[in-house]
């Protein structure tokens, strides 16, 4: 095996066949320093027991949950890619993924109407979470906060939790600690559209606290005109990131169908707009 990514509390490996060493799936171990953490078994298997159930194009593929003696491991697909995060900080923007754009925004959304369907909320949408092979195919990954969607007796009646997420994409129900439905992904990912068309995160705190009251409080500063975002594009954002869950787009595919019908950039030919299938093609 070989390592394809570390993160926080865990690494991937490349999982070859022994006769051919051909990459057959990818294994998902927590790290040393995290291997007797309860916490973090009990969040890989809550993130296994959701992908089994997960059946999609659009999101990575879960094969097993297993635990050997200290070892807790998720087996997956096996999908060479870098994730979204990265290629920005690659400055992969111009040559790879504005051209591609559109059509990684669709599949994203695609995935995400997919879980939005068995009535999952994600929690953690962000380019992290997002990987993107080399000719624009997209996987949704890691499902450790996903939770049901919260029903509107749940929301107007339920107990306060814990507040779950990544800060800069946190919508702002679940910075108050409320019960969440999928309007609170299509927060996040609107967070993550701007993120890439901006170049910059919408929202930067000079801490914690700072940060969490602009994503309840602030709208998004507007765009760089350098960046040639049409203004029928700019308010498609705008209502992803509405403060009001009943003001945002009520679903992915309320989300998909007004792409269709803008530019995002101002110099986005009718044949870039038509061509954009979810396929990984731009």
Not at 54 to 70: A, C, E, N, V
Not at 81 to 92: A, D, G, I, P, T
Not at 239 to 244: G, N, S, T, V
Request: aromatic residues 8%.
């Amino acid at each position: 095996m070989s390592i394809m990514q570390t993160g926080q509390n865990s690494e991937v490996w490349q999982v070859c066949d022994v006769v051919t060493q051909r990459q057959i799936a990818a294994m998902k171990l927590l790290l040393p320093e995290r291997e007797h953490d309860r916490a973090q078994q009990r969040a890989m298997k809550h993130e296994s027991k959701i992908g089994l159930t997960l059946q999609h194009p659009k999101i990575i593929r879960t094969f097993k949950f297993g635990k050997d003696k200290h070892i807790v491991f998720i087996l997956m697909e096996y999908f060479p890619s870098l994730n979204l995060k990265l290629r920005l900080m690659r400055k992969q923007y111009d040559d790879f993924i504005r051209p591609k754009l559109r059509s990684i925004l669709t599949q994203v959304a695609q995935g995400l109407e997919y879980m939005h369907s068995l009535k999952w909320v994600h929690r953690d949408v962000k380019p992290d979470n997002i990987l993107v092979d080399s000719i624009g195919n997209v996987k949704l990954i890691d499902f450790a906060l996903a939770v049901k969607s919260a029903s509107a007796f749940a929301k107007k009646f339920g107990r306060r939790g814990v507040t779950a997420g990544t800060r800069s994409y946190m919508s702002p129900e679940q910075i108050r600690g409320k019960p969440v439905d999928i309007r609170a992904d299509i927060y996040s990912f609107g967070v993550l559209t701007y993120e890439i068309v901006a170049g910059r995160l919408p929202f930067v705190g000079q801490s914690a606290a700072d940060l969490l009251r602009k994503h309840i409080f602030e709208a998004p500063p507007p765009i760089d005109k350098a960046r040639k975002v049409t203004p029928e594009f700019e308010k498609i954002l705008h209502k992803l990131l509405a403060k009001k869950e009943e003001d945002r787009f009520q679903t992915m595919a309320d989300f998909m169908k007004e792409l269709r019908m803008v530019r995002i950039f101002t110099d986005e030919t009718a044949e870039q707009m038509a061509g954009a299938d979810g396929r990984g093609r731009p």
